[in-house]
């Protein structure tokens, strides 16, 4: 490649006997001298020549005691969690149906952004330009240089005496054009059980890398070779202080070290299908984006698909499951968190959800915030760092009115006879989480493995505003719809380390996740205009969470009251006249044009309002944002959307 990270080592095939009866020994050439080790798992002979050297190098670099290749199988997964269990790191969870409880070391809990690097040649290919003086909060840029001498700290041996497994695995319906697909390697298993949940796990890939297919290439390591030196907590393995998250885009290489967490290990997630395949899209002219995908069905039968972006937190995962409270409504759900999607020959915009699960933070999720959840995380799911009851189920904070209070509880600390309302601290971790595969899920959308995808028709942004912002706004345009994304904010959440109240941005929902310079991801969302078969969809902004100026109370009811704002989407969509009025920064539901019927009180004048000042200060500050962030590389169109926007704020007359 162009000088990037790379062991050059050559595999000069000594795979050893393939005799059924003799293990299988692979030796590879090491910078100290040959290395030879057995294939505990699979048969390495009838792999394609371009995952053997993949693996052989690493195997080189990281010396593991076995090389495991997985085919995703019950029987397999059924072995790795017999092994987890015997070793403390799962506990069955008797109260529910293959049900599995995790908990990590606790200094291990959470995607480390800090230690998340994009690396390229240069600078400018992965972050933008930005003002003098400013640190960067659009991604982080390491040199090759730099990132080749921190990998060469940590990988050498790092597998030593551990298993290292091999996971070939599809993002997305296998055999869908849309589909892309990697080979994991890592060297604990509880990630190869996570990601046998959320990716397709399956030989099949094989056969689509021998045939010439790019793969991504997925290195994972919890960085504790054996003998230990660390002490293990919870017996999860783990290297904190080492924690190193490194993509080559250019190389379609991940390197992960020092975790064993969610988004840090499981790399099919947002490492690949969010950083890396961005980069991907790109260059291939298609979109990569932490978006949910919903069907909604109004009482006609007339069905809509929408892709909608929040930041981490936001209840993506409670509106792609909504349960609409007008009658004769219907969601179907395709997918929480991540959508690629592309125009096709006829100018529609296909997405996929490639994932097959969700990973969704716990706490807060019950039978009224989430009624379809609970159904779907009852089997086949692991769950981490939450509570579990003394009857072999599972609590987490926002779970005590589905919770009888005299059964004690476990917390994720492993402090036993904790009690709701008595126990100190709290019962799950902020970030614990459940894993379950997304077939499981009522109402998971009969095309949601469709190679095709499905046709998306309104992108929704949207956040945490406690202040100014109404509860719907269509943009004016497609320009104005990205500054809507670019501009995209949000409450900080209590889990997070940043003080309650503070408005963060999150442009596109995609601040942890992107892959190259968010200057040039704006001009790839406006070059898309410049295709005039492509039918753009329609791009709204929602708010689910104003606050009442007087009594601090929401607004809006939220959840499945949400659909009246998807049935006012959808008619949007249709073109229907006479339901929007102008306002300064978007087009607003006319008065009467919501669909308000059967649902008390609602301040609407107050929800609906766009105060001046406040929006002068926003805009402001937006324009301060972007010209701080992203520099020199800011599209000039949104420059200029800004501004008009800035003008019509202006004249606001209250
Ligand atoms: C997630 C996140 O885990 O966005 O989906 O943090
Ligand atoms: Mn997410």
Redesign the pocket.
């Known amino acids: 490649g162009k000088g990037g990270y790379s062991l050059r080592t050559r595999l000069d095939s000594q795979s050893g006997p393939v005799d059924k009866n003799t293990v299988q020994v692979i030796t590879v050439p090491a910078p100290e001298g040959s290395y030879a080790v057995p294939v505990v798992k699979g048969d390495f002979n009838i792999l394609p020549q371009a995952a053997k050297i993949f693996i052989a190098e690493h195997v080189a670099l990281c010396k593991p005691r076995g090389i495991y290749i997985c085919d995703g199988s019950e029987e397999e997964a059924q072995e790795l969690t017999d092994k987890l269990v015997s070793r403390g790191n799962l506990e069955k969870l008797h109260k529910m149906d293959n049900c599995y409880l995790a908990r990590t070391d606790p200094a291990d809990v959470a ?1 480390v952004e800090s230690k998340t690097f994009i690396v390229t040649e240069e600078r400018s290919e992965s972050v933008p330009d930005v003002a003098e003086g400013v640190k960067g909060i659009l991604g982080q840029w390491m040199s090759t240089d730099d990132a080749t001498k921190e990998l060469a700290i940590r990988f050498p041996g790092c597998m030593a005496g551990r298993n290292m497994y091999v996971l070939p695995f599809c993002m997305g319906p296998l055999g869908s054009p849309l589909s892309r697909i990697g080979v994991q390697l890592t060297d604990f298993s509880y990630v190869v059980l996570s990601m046998r949940v959320m990716t397709r796990l399956s030989p099949r890939v094989w056969d689509s890398i021998r045939v010439g297919e790019e793969f991504v290439k997925c290195v994972h390591s919890v960085g504790c070779p054996r003998p230990e030196t660390r002490k293990l907590v919870n017996n999860w393995p783990c290297n904190p202080e080492q924690i190193l998250v490194t993509h080559f885009p250019d190389e379609r290489l991940i390197m992960s070290y020092g975790s064993g967490y ?2 840090n290990s499981l790399l099919g ?2 490492c690949f299908a969010l950083r890396i395949a961005s980069r991907l899209a790109k260059e291939e002219g298609w979109l990569a984006e ?1 978006m949910l995908i919903m069907s909604v069905t109004n009482p006609a039968g007339e069905e809509k698909f929408i892709a909608a972006a929040f ?3 936001c209840g ?1 995962t409670n509106m792609a499951m909504l349960q609409p409270t007008l009658p004769g409504w219907k969601v179907q759900c395709i997918g929480d ?1 991540i959508a690629w999607m592309r125009f096709d020959s006829e100018g529609r915009l296909r997405a996929i959800n490639p994932e097959a699960g969700f ?3 716990a706490p807060g999720t019950n039978t009224k915030t989430n009624p379809v959840a609970v159904q779907t995380y009852q089997r086949n799911s692991i769950f981490t760092n939450v509570g579990m009851t003394d009857d072999g189920g599972i609590f987490w904070e926002g779970m005590e009115k589905d919770h009888d209070p005299s059964v004690g509880v476990t917390t994720w600390l492993g402090q036993q006879g904790w009690k709701v309302g008595e126990g100190e601290g709290k019962a799950a971790h902020p970030n614990s ?1 459940f894993c379950c595969p997304a077939s499981q899920c009522p109402i998971i959308h009969p095309k949601w493995q469709d190679p095709e995808g499905v046709v998306i028709e309104a992108i929704i942004f949207g956040g945490r505003r406690p202040r100014g912002v109404p509860l719907v706004i269509e943009s004016l345009g497609w320009e104005h719809g990205v500054l809507m994304g670019a501009a995209l904010k949000s409450e900080a959440t209590a889990a997070a380390e940043h003080r309650g109240n503070t408005i963060m941005h999150d442009p596109m ?1 995609m601040r ?2 992107m892959g190259y310079n968010f200057g040039h991801y704006l001009e790839h969302w406006l070059g898309l205009q410049d295709n005039p078969d492509n039918k753009l969809p329609k791009i709204f902004h929602v708010n689910w969470f104003r606050l009442d100026d007087n009594s601090g109370k929401f607004l809006w009811p939220g959840f499945g009251e949400n659909i009246r704002v998807l049935d006012w989407i959808c008619r949007r969509i249709n073109g229907e006249e006479g339901l929007t009025v102008e306002s300064a920064i978007g087009l607003l539901p006319a008065p009467g044009a919501l669909d308000l019927q059967g649902l008390g009180a609602v301040d609407m004048e107050q929800l609906m309002s766009v105060p001046k000042d406040y929006w002068q200060e926003d805009m402001e500050e937006t324009r301060h944002f972007l010209q701080q962030q992203v520099g020199r590389d800011l599209p000039a169109v949104i420059a200029q959307q800004v501004h008009e926007q800035s003008l019509r704020v202006n004249q606001i007359t209250e």
Do not use: L
């Open positions: 995607r969610g988004g997630k947002k932490h930041p981490s937190a993506k968190d990973f969704g933070v989480r929902a942890p996740f």
